[in-house]
C-alpha cells in the first residue's frame, strides 16, 4: 500500500495547523508531548477558550506558537512571572505554563521556586531533554554529570538539579514525572493536574536526539526512547532524594506529590481584598 | 509671616522627627491653605543617628522647595543642633530641648531662641515618644506661622488613631507653655538690652 | 476606593501610588528597592482596598514579566524601580515594546553606575530609558519636576500606554521621590483616562493588524481570539515571521507609531522664555533650582528663560529647531556627566551654542551654581 499521509487529525482543532510543520527536530520529544497535553486537556474536558498557555524561549517554547488557543511566547527564562501576573488578571482561566528546562529551572530557576513557594496558580509542563536543544547541545542544570555536551566535551564535571525534589522542596501542591515515551500516563496525569489547583509541576523527560542523544551514545529517538523504557522505573510517591537523573542507573517515573488543600495566591489575594474591603468580589 | 519660611526641625532618629516635619508641612498646605514642602531625611540610618526634617512655608507657589538658610531651627538633640546652628539665618529663631540641647555662643546668631523641656513633659505624660508633639504645640504659640486650629488638625491626622489622644494632650501642654513663655518676655522685653 | 478629588500633602512616590490607583492600575509587582519602597509600600496597603493585588516578586525581571502578563490579562498594571533594577529589566522593555504591551514602569533614579548611592540622587538613566533594550524601538519617558505633576503624569502614563500600546517609563528621581508638596486631585469631570482600543469584530481578525494611527487593537484573552503573542519577529497574524520585509514592516511601525505622534505626546513648559536669549534646560527636581536661577538673574537684567522638559522620549526635536534661532546659548543642566545635551545638540546643530552643566550625582545643582553659569554666558 502506497504511504499516506494523515488529511486531518482528531486533535487537529486544538493547533494552528496553519502553522505546521513544525520546527522540531526529526526523532525529538516534544511533538509526543503535545499530543499527550491534548489528550489530558481533552480528558479534563478543559474549554480551550478558558485555557492561555505560556512559554518561554527554546525548542519547547514553540509550543505555545502551535495551540489554537490564546497563547503567549515571552522571554527567555521568565514565561512563569509572565504566567503569574496573567493568572492574577483573569482567575478565571486555567493558565498552563509550557517551557523547557533550560528555560524554566536554569535560567529561571529563581522564578520557578518562588512560584511553587508561593503556590501559584500554574500547570507547569517541564519538558526536560536534558541540554539546550535549540542553540546547539549545550550543558545545562538539567544535563547528568558526566553526559557529553557541546559545553562539556570531557564530560560534564556538574551535578544536574532533582527537579521533582527542588520542586517539591520549594512547596509544590503536584509533582510528578514521566518521560516523552509514557504517552498514556502523562495525558492521564496532565489531566489529573488540570483539576488540582495551586503550583503543579509535571517534569517530562525527553528525547533530543540531535544533540544530547548524538553525543551519548544514543544516536537516534529510538534509542533514546529504548533507554526511556529500559531505564525508567515507576515509584508512586517515591523518596524524592532518589529521583536525581543519572546516566547509568534507573530513572525513577511516577506522580510523587499530590496536595489538595493548600490555597493558592491568587485565592489568598482575593480574600485579601474581600478582608480589607469588606465585601464579596463582584459586589 | 514673611512670603518664605525655612524651617529645619532635628534630633535623634526615633524621636518622630519625621512626623514632627510631615504635620508641619500638612498643616501649612492642608489646614492653612499656605504652600509648603518638606523632606525627611532619608538614608540607611534607624534609630539613634542624626535625623532632621526640612520644611519650607510660603504664601506663593514654592519655585524652589529645598533649604537655603533657615529661619526656624527646631532642635532636639545637641549634635544636631551644633551641626545645623551654623545654616541658620542672621536674626533666625532657634527652639530647643532645654534639658538635652545647650545652647552656645553661635546662638548669638538667632534673634530670639526659645527653650522648653519638650521630652520631660513627654515623660510626665507617660511616653517620651509625644516629645515631638510637644514641640510642635510649642512652635505653634510662638512663631504664629501656623494657628492653633490648623497646626492640631494636623496633628489628629499625622499620628496613629490609638495615640491621638495624649498626642493632643501633648499639643496642648507644649502650646501653653509657649503661651507663657511669650507673656514673660513680653513683660521682660523693655529690660532686655 | 481610589481617591475622592480635592487638597493632599504627598510624596514624589505616594503621589504616583495613588495616580496610578486613579488611572486604573490594578495590579503592581515590584522588588524593594532604594529610594522607591514607600511607593511599592504603598501599592501593597492600597490596592486590595481598591480590588487589586499587590505581588511582591523575587527580583525586578520577575515584576516587569508579571505586570506584562497581567496587561494581556486585562489589567492596567505598573512596576516601580531604581537603578539597578530598570537595567534588570530592559530585556523584558523590549519585550513590552515588541509585543506592544501597554505597561508603566516608574524608575526613581538614585546616583549610579552600580550600586552608587542609593539613597541620593541621580539622573543617569536617561539615555538607558531610550535605548536600554537591544534592537530598534521606541518607548514613551516622561519627566515630572513637582510632586503635583508626579500625580499628573503618573496619568498620563498610563494614558499614553494604552493609547499607543507601548511601556510609558516615568523617569522620577531621589529628590521628588521624597518631597511632599501640596497635590490637587481633579474631579471625576476633569479626569481623562484612556483605555486601550478593543477589536472591532472577530471575524478576521489580526492581532497586529494596525489602524491608521499604526496602533494595532488589543484583544482580550479567554474570548476565543485565539491569538499569539511573540517576541518573535512576527506578521499581522502575530505568527513567527523570519523574513527581512516582515521585519521591515513591523519595526517600522513599532517606531513610526511613537515618531508620528510627537505632537501628541510631547510636553514642554517653558518659564521666562518669549524674550529670553539665553536658556536653562532642565528635567526632573533640577527644573526647581532652575526656576529660581531665572528669577534671580532676570534681577540682574540677564534674560534668561528655561526650558523644562517633560517628555524626554521621544525628544522634542521640533521644539528645539524651531526656538534655536532666538537663543543664543543653551545650558543643559543634568545631574549625569552630559546625556540630554547629546539630544539638544543634535536638534539643534551649529544654530546655537550649548553647553552641559553636569552634576555626578548626590545633589541637585544650587541656584547659585546655575546663576553663575547664567551671568558667564550672558556677558
Not at chain 3, 482596598?49 to 514579566?65: L, N, R, T
Not at chain 3, 499628573?152 to 529628590?175: C, G, H, Q
Not at chain 3, 523570519?242 to 510627537?262: A, G, T, W
Request: aromatic residues 8%; hydrophobic residues 40%; contains cysteine.
Amino acid at each position: 500500500m502506497p504511504m499516506q499521509f494523515v488529511k486531518y487529525h482528531v486533535r487537529d482543532k486544538y493547533l494552528k495547523t496553519d502553522r505546521l510543520p513544525h520546527i522540531w527536530c526529526p526523532g525529538c520529544g516534544i511533538g509526543s508531548i503535545l499530543n499527550a497535553f491534548l489528550l489530558g486537556l481533552e480528558k479534563a474536558n478543559i474549554d480551550p477558550d478558558k485555557l492561555l498557555v505560556v512559554s518561554g524561549i527554546g525548542c519547547t517554547g514553540r509550543v505555545a506558537g502551535y495551540l489554537n488557543m490564546d497563547t503567549f511566547h515571552t522571554t527567555h527564562g521568565r514565561a512563569i512571572p509572565f504566567a503569574i501576573g496573567l493568572k492574577i488578571a483573569r482567575p478565571d482561566m486555567h493558565v498552563v505554563v509550557f517551557s523547557g528546562d533550560g528555560d524554566l529551572v536554569t535560567i529561571g530557576g529563581n522564578h520557578f521556586i518562588h512560584a511553587a513557594r508561593r503556590n501559584n496558580d500554574l500547570l507547569v509542563i517541564l519538558v526536560n531533554n536534558l541540554n539546550y536543544g535549540m542553540t546547539g547541545g549545550q550543558v545545562g542544570a538539567t544535563t547528568p554529570h558526566n553526559a557529553i555536551t557541546t559545553t562539556t566535551p570531557y564530560g560534564n564535571i556538574e551535578d544536574d538539579f532533582n527537579i521533582p525534589f527542588l520542586a517539591a522542596a520549594a512547596g509544590a501542591v503536584y509533582v510528578a514525572r514521566w518521560t516523552s515515551l509514557h504517552v498514556r500516563r502523562l495525558a492521564w496525569s496532565i489531566a489529573e493536574a488540570f483539576h488540582r489547583k495551586g503550583f503543579r509541576l509535571i517534569e517530562v523527560i525527553s528525547q533530543c536526539p540531535t544533540t544530547f542523544g548524538r553525543r551519548n551514545k544514543m544516536p537516534n529517538g529510538l534509542d533514546m526512547l529504548k533507554w526511556f523504557r529500559d531505564n525508567t522505573i515507576v515509584k508512586h510517591n517515591a523518596d524524592l532524594r532518589e529521583t536525581r537523573i543519572e546516566l547509568n542507573r534507573k530513572i525513577v517515573i511516577g506522580k510523587f506529590i499530590d496536595i489538595k488543600d493548600k490555597p493558592t495566591f491568587e485565592e489568598q489575594a482575593y480574600g485579601l481584598v474581600e478582608k480589607v474591603r469588606g465585601v464579596k468580589r463582584g459586589e | 509671616m514673611e512670603n518664605r519660611v525655612e524651617i529645619i526641625i532635628c534630633g535623634f532618629g526615633g524621636q518622630g522627627i519625621v512626623r514632627a516635619g510631615y504635620i508641619i508641612g500638612y498643616a501649612a498646605a492642608i489646614s492653612e491653605d499656605l504652600e509648603s514642602s518638606f523632606v525627611p531625611s532619608y538614608g540607611p540610618e534607624a534609630r539613634g543617628g542624626e535625623c532632621a526634617s526640612r520644611i519650607v512655608i510660603a504664601r506663593e507657589k514654592i519655585d524652589y522647595p529645598f533649604i537655603t538658610t533657615i529661619d526656624i531651627l527646631i532642635t532636639m538633640s545637641e549634635p544636631a543642633y551644633k551641626k545645623y546652628v551654623n545654616y541658620l539665618k542672621k536674626g533666625g529663631i532657634i527652639l530647643y530641648d532645654e534639658d538635652l540641647v545647650e545652647l552656645d555662643d553661635r546662638a548669638r546668631i538667632a534673634s530670639k531662641t526659645y527653650g522648653i523641656p519638650a521630652t520631660r513633659i513627654a515623660e510626665e505624660l507617660g511616653n517620651r515618644i509625644v516629645a515631638n508633639i510637644v514641640m510642635l504645640g510649642f512652635f505653634t504659640s510662638v512663631t504664629g506661622i501656623i494657628t492653633y486650629e490648623g497646626m492640631k488638625r494636623a496633628v489628629e491626622v499625622g499620628v496613629p488613631a490609638r495615640f491621638r489622644e495624649i498626642n493632643l494632650k501633648a499639643f496642648d501642654i507644649g502650646y501653653s507653655y509657649g503661651e507663657k513663655l511669650k507673656k514673660e518676655r513680653e513683660s521682660e522685653e523693655p529690660l532686655r538690652n | 476606593m481610589s481617591l475622592e478629588p480635592g487638597t493632599y500633602f504627598f510624596s514624589g512616590n505616594e503621589a504616583v501610588a495613588e495616580a496610578a490607583l486613579l488611572a486604573g492600575c490594578r495590579f503592581f509587582a515590584g522588588y524593594p528597592i532604594t529610594p522607591t519602597s514607600e511607593l511599592a509600600e504603598r501599592m501593597a496597603r492600597r490596592l486590595p482596598q481598591v480590588g487589586g493585588v499587590f505581588i511582591q516578586m523575587e527580583d525586578e525581571i520577575g515584576s516587569i514579566m508579571a505586570i506584562i502578563g497581567a496587561s494581556w490579562g486585562g489589567l492596567k498594571a505598573m512596576t516601580a524601580t531604581s537603578g539597578p533594577g530598570f537595567s534588570l529589566m530592559q530585556e523584558s522593555i523590549g519585550f513590552a515594546a515588541m509585543t506592544e504591551t501597554p505597561i508603566v514602569v516608574c524608575n526613581v533614579q538614585r546616583a549610579g553606575p552600580s550600586t552608587g548611592m542609593p539613597t541620593y540622587v541621580g539622573q543617569g538613566d536617561v539615555m538607558q530609558a531610550k535605548w536600554g533594550s537591544h534592537g530598534p524601538y521606541e518607548i514613551i519617558a516622561l519627566s515630572p519636576s513637582s510632586v503635583q505633576e508626579c500625580f499628573d503624569m503618573t496619568i498620563r502614563a498610563f494614558n499614553l500606554s494604552e493609547k499607543y500600546r507601548v511601556p510609558v517609563i516615568l523617569l522620577m528621581d531621589e529628590r521628588l521621590s521624597h518631597l511632599y508638596e501640596k497635590v490637587r486631585v481633579p474631579s471625576k469631570n476633569e479626569l481623562i483616562i484612556i483605555n486601550r482600543k478593543k477589536p472591532r469584530e472577530k471575524k478576521g481578525f489580526l492581532p497586529y493588524k494596525a489602524d491608521d494611527d499604526l496602533v494595532p487593537p488589543m484583544p482580550p484573552v479567554g474570548e476565543g481570539y485565539h491569538f499569539h503573542v511573540t517576541g518573535l519577529t512576527h506578521d499581522e497574524r502575530g505568527y513567527p515571521h523570519m523574513d527581512p520585509e516582515v521585519q521591515e514592516s513591523l519595526i517600522r511601525r513599532l517606531n513610526d507609531k511613537i515618531r508620528k505622534h510627537v505632537d501628541d505626546i510631547v510636553e514642554i513648559d517653558t518659564f521666562m522664555m518669549d524674550d529670553a536669549d539665553i536658556a536653562i534646560v532642565a528635567f526632573g527636581s533640577v527644573v526647581r533650582p532652575s526656576i529660581r536661577a531665572i528669577k534671580l538673574s532676570r534681577e540682574r537684567n540677564i534674560r534668561a528663560g528655561l526650558i523644562a522638559l517633560k517628555t524626554i522620549w521621544p525628544f522634542p526635536d521640533k521644539f528645539f529647531e524651531d526656538i534655536s534661532s532666538r537663543i543664543n546659548t543653551f545650558i543643559v543642566a543634568e545631574i549625569n556627566y552630559g546625556q540630554v545635551v547629546r539630544e539638544v545638540k543634535r536638534a539643534i546643530g551649529d544654530k546655537a551654542k550649548v553647553l552641559l552643566l553636569p552634576k555626578m550625582g548626590g545633589a541637585l545643582h544650587t541656584p547659585e551654581e546655575l546663576l553663575d553659569i547664567l551671568m558667564r554666558e550672558a556677558k
